[in-house]
T-cell receptor, first 115, second 111 residues
């Protein structure tokens, strides 16, 4: 019930292409879905997040698509750049009264953008 | 605004020893969470503190403990270290539910 499944495990994209990472969750109490970007030797950095009352959120080249009925959400990186090469994690958090700020993370996707 | 600060950045300890890690959250953030990151298990939630009280706890043995001080700074302690405790330990601070900002982590190696 607490799991978040992420795919693919690794992804190679050409510069200028679109990177797509998918996540699925089980617990319907989750109501906050962030994505994190992590570079080697660094902590995860909050990239973009969405709540289930909207189906899409866009910030620059990064877009989250959210499908509440399917319990799935995805990250799209448009015009992917070599500097986007990193590990991406999806996560989910429940209502504040029940789980505070506890995040359940997906397994991670290692993105490589070739020049 | 300064980010989340974790000290030390690197630690090498021997099996059986204990270790204390420190975290200073972003100013104004009252929630501090701890996570363990390993290649095999990914990012696993350890516990969360809010206003000096443990609000949430993950599935880790009692050897893992923490506390939070009145200034929101937090410490995490691991007693009787095992080789499997080698990991990157991450601290995150939050102002709003779920919106967590991570420090750079403490790399613990148990030999």
């Amino acid at each position: 019930q607490q799991q978040v499944k992420q795919s693919p495990q690794s992804l190679i994209v050409q510069k200028g292409g679109i990177s797509i990472i998918n996540c699925a969750y089980e617990n319907t109490a989750f109501d906050y879905f962030p994505w994190y970007q992590q570079f080697p030797g660094k902590g995860p950095a909050l990239l973009i997040a969405i709540r289930p009352d909207v189906s899409e959120k866009k910030e620059g080249r990064f877009t989250i698509s959210f499908n509440k009925s399917a319990k799935q959400f995805s990250l799209h990186i448009m015009d992917s750049q070599p500097g986007d090469s990193a590990t991406y994690f999806c996560a989910a958090s429940g209502a504040a009264g029940t789980s505070g700020s506890r995040l359940t993370f997906g397994e991670g996707t290692q993105l490589t953008v070739n020049p | 605004k300064a980010g989340v600060t974790q000290t030390p950045r690197y630690l090498i300890k021997t099996r059986g020893q204990q270790v204390t890690l420190s975290c200073s959250p972003i100013s104004g953030h009252r929630s501090v969470s701890w996570y363990q990151q390993t290649p095999g298990q990914g990012l696993q939630f350890l516990f969360e503190y809010f206003s000096e009280t443990q609000r949430n706890k993950g599935n880790f043995p009692g050897r893992f403990s923490g506390r939070q001080f009145s200034n929101s700074r937090s410490e995490m302690n691991v007693s009787t270290l095992e080789l499997g405790d080698s990991a990157l330990y991450l601290c995150a601070s939050s102002f709003r539910q779920g919106e967590a900002f991570f420090g750079q982590g403490t790399r613990l190696t148990v030999v």
